[in-house]
């Protein structure tokens, strides 16, 4: 019977299969951040544990960290409890011999995008973190989740999850996205299309020409936000391109062993004929500029439309209300017409080296519009930033005004000191528009780093297609 | 864990879809590195009229009269009903800690996100997915009804409304359904399956052994 990718990575890490449907998955890579992993540490002491293994763990301080004094090093996080935090990653992880990436390393930066850039996310692995993002590893053919603490301190103790098998379900991109539209905007328009709850209990595989043509970067985009559809996997078949991108990364593997690994890689695919559970389509050539309007990722509008009234909205009138009410805004306003306080590129979504390029080439040449109180550009790890700086890229960013800061998650969700004010509005290139998300009563309005930079320069939501045609 | 067999309380009706897990416990409150202290903040920005900070004396704080959770009615509640997509967004287990330590002990909604799921069986807590049909009934009887309780009984997997008004049979997992009502440490279930776990590793180091390789951190 045909598999799919799923079927396959689910069956070959099967360690035991309970008769009531529960099943042992073995974890090949886990990684660890400050935020989720004390109380999981915590946890193993108490019961006199030890880790099950120590070489599938990698840790890196990210959601906490300051993007500003970073060569103070630790001391530099002013915040005391935050600053405990992330000592307590470093000392957990100095206890159990786990390698991190501490804030004095170049390797340092959002979990997210370090696992892959060091070759630590291979294909055919199954990842896990207690993040939901993880899903982004899954751009790699491999099964990815994000799990909770109870889970991170289970995969510490035994190298397993104790799991159900989800359903399968495709996601089918066909056709090519137009010139100025990216894979932020595609992902948007999934979300929008299948709701956020569409994908809950499946594991989604994008599939199809326009995802096959995505690079490394634009492909990570897509899976990171399979979460934000309700799936707590996403994935993508192994290609060329998975292959260009991982060969001479430190973590992968060499010689005879590169060899051999790519013998089993070339089937991480879905068989033909596979059968899946719900599937949709999308053609990526009807896709435009998406931007969100409203509190949740899947209340998106294109450039050239109008807020929704929620008189239109059917069952989700009280929502859509709720969500304008919060967001400041009048039903049937033009999107461009919104005007912004702050514009955030960075996150695990879009700080990747391809996202900063991308953001760069809007601004070159151009000023921060008056009315933007702060654009600030965060890169993904400590790695990018030195590639975006030998690329000039850094200087274009503070030529035209913006800031240029270190490397964390940041402004994606406000734990460290980056943070929208009440009734600010931001453009971010983040993957979640909850209120407050950015900030006490932070306005955010999710959208591509082309889109970001483009606000940034007009000082409004603008088609970022009319100046990269 | 604490186990769960048969539980009756006062309902809570959050009436509102898609309630994520930054609405649950915002994210200033992950700073700590302990599993508890979190229940005055749990719903932080709905339920007070200012922005909340860790180590705040809640009795000090204005809170938001209209949110359901600060009205006597309600107080001592330990059901908790809501809308499709419960527990949306972020994994933080923390969301189930503030609910938990609430005394939130039960959960009934449409659908529930499926890591917030997986987190409250893992910590003791009963989620019980509903069609939207008596999700629509449960809030009708709640608003009509000071002090509407419940009675959960996981063992026979049926809700007991009050005044001989009926039950409502609901499914569960079975492997769920074990661990709640024993209360099981799952590690400790996991390690009986120690020898499984190391005939998977040797197997698979002779197939893939580059996942068995040592990461050198100065590499």
Redesign the interface.
């Known amino acids: 019977m045909p598999k799919t990718l799923y079927d396959k990575l689910w069956e070959s890490h099967l360690?035991?299969h309970?008769e009531?449907?529960?099943a042992?998955i073995?974890i090949?890579r886990h990684l660890l951040h400050e935020?989720?992993s004390?109380?999981a540490f915590?946890g193993l002491k108490e019961?006199g544990?030890q880790p099950?293994r120590v070489?599938p763990n990698?840790a890196t301080p990210d959601?906490?960290v300051p993007t500003v004094k970073r060569e103070l090093g630790i001391q530099g996080i002013e915040?005391e409890?935050?600053r405990?935090?992330v000592k307590?990653l470093d000392d957990n992880c100095r206890k159990f011999a786990i390698?991190?990436?501490t804030l004095e390393d170049i390797r340092q930066g959002i979990v997210h995008i370090v696992g892959p850039e060091q070759g630590?996310t291979?294909p055919?692995?199954t990842v896990v973190c207690?993040?939901?993002h993880t899903s982004t590893h899954g751009a790699f053919a491999a099964l990815a989740q994000?799990?909770?603490?109870?889970?991170v301190?289970?995969v510490l103790?035994?190298?397993?999850l104790?799991?159900?098998k989800?359903k399968n379900m495709a996601v089918q991109v066909d056709g090519s996205l137009n010139t100025g539209v990216f894979s932020k905007d595609l992902i948007l328009a999934i979300i929008r299309q299948i709701g956020?709850?569409g994908g809950?209990?499946h594991v989604i595989e994008y599939r199809g020409e326009a995802i096959r043509n995505l690079s490394m970067e634009a492909r990570m985009t897509v899976c990171n936000m399979a979460?934000e559809s309700?799936?707590?996997a996403g994935m993508m078949a192994f290609d060329q391109t998975t292959f260009d991108y991982l060969q001479g990364r430190?973590?992968a593997?060499k010689k005879e062993?590169w060899e051999?690994?790519l013998d089993?890689w070339q089937d991480l695919a879905s068989d033909d004929g596979s059968v899946f559970d719900a599937q949709c389509s999308i053609d990526a050539g009807d896709i435009r500029p998406q931007i969100s309007w409203g509190t949740?990722p899947e209340m998106v509008v294109d450039v050239e439309e109008r807020i929704p009234d929620p008189k239109q909205s059917g069952s989700s009138a009280d929502?859509h209300t709720?969500a304008l009410d919060y967001m400041g805004l009048e039903p049937g306003q033009p999107i461009t017409s919104v005007y912004l306080d702050r514009v955030f590129i960075g996150s695990c979504t879009n700080a990747r080296i391809e996202d900063l390029r991308i953001a760069a080439k809007v601004v070159k040449g151009r000023k921060k519009a008056k009315n933007i109180r702060q654009a600030m550009v965060v890169p993904g790890s400590g790695l990018v930033k030195q590639q975006a700086e030998e690329e000039g890229l850094h200087s274009i960013f503070l030529d035209a005004g913006f800031e240029w800061r270190a490397p964390g998650c940041s402004m994606c969700?406000?734990?460290n000191a980056d943070k929208l004010g009440?009734r600010e509005r931001c453009a971010s290139t983040s993957n979640?528009n909850?209120?407050?998300?950015q900030g006490?009563?932070g306005r955010t309005h999710l959208v591509s780093p082309a889109m970001a930079a483009m606000a940034a320069v007009v000082g409004h939501f603008a088609d970022v297609r009319e100046l990269l045609q | 864990m604490k186990a769960f067999t048969v539980h009756s309380g006062i309902v809570l009706p959050i009436d509102r879809s898609h309630v994520d897990t930054d609405q649950i416990i915002p994210k200033q409150f992950l700073k700590s590195i302990k599993r508890s202290g979190f229940q005055d903040n749990l719903f932080d920005s709905w339920r007070y009229l200012e922005e909340g900070h860790p180590e705040q004396n809640a009795n000090e704080r204005r809170i938001n009269p209209d949110f359901v959770l600060n009205k006597p009615r309600f107080a001592g509640a330990s059901i908790l009903l809501s809308r499709e997509n419960f527990g949306c967004g972020s994994s933080r287990e923390h969301a189930v800690w503030a609910l938990s330590e609430y005394g939130i002990c039960c959960l009934l909604a449409p659908s529930f996100a499926d890591i917030f799921f997986s987190n409250c069986v893992k910590n003791g807590l009963l989620p019980i997915t509903l069609d939207a049909s008596l999700i629509d009934r449960l809030f009708e009887l709640v608003h009509h009804q000071e002090g509407f309780s419940l009675t959960v009984n996981l063992p026979d997997q049926c809700i007991l409304l009050p005044e001989n008004e009926g039950s409502i049979a609901f499914e569960v997992d079975p492997f769920h359904k074990d661990c709640l009502i024993k209360g099981l440490n799952e590690i400790e279930l996991t390690l009986t399956y120690a020898d499984a776990i190391r005939a998977y590793e040797t197997r698979q180091k002779q197939l893939t052994p580059w996942l068995f390789a040592d990461l050198d951190p100065k590499s």
């Open positions: 360690v035991a309970r009531d449907g529960a042992l073995y090949d935020v989720t004390p109380q915590s019961a544990l099950w070489s990698i959601h906490n915040d409890i935050s405990i935090q307590t390698p991190e990436f630590a291979l055919g692995m207690g993040d939901s994000g799990i909770g603490t109870s889970e301190e289970h103790a035994t190298q397993c104790l799991q159900k989800a956020t709850d809950t209990g979460i309700g799936a707590r430190p973590y593997p062993e051999s690994a089993v949740s929502l709720r969700l406000a734990m009440n979640r909850f209120e407050g998300r006490y009563g």
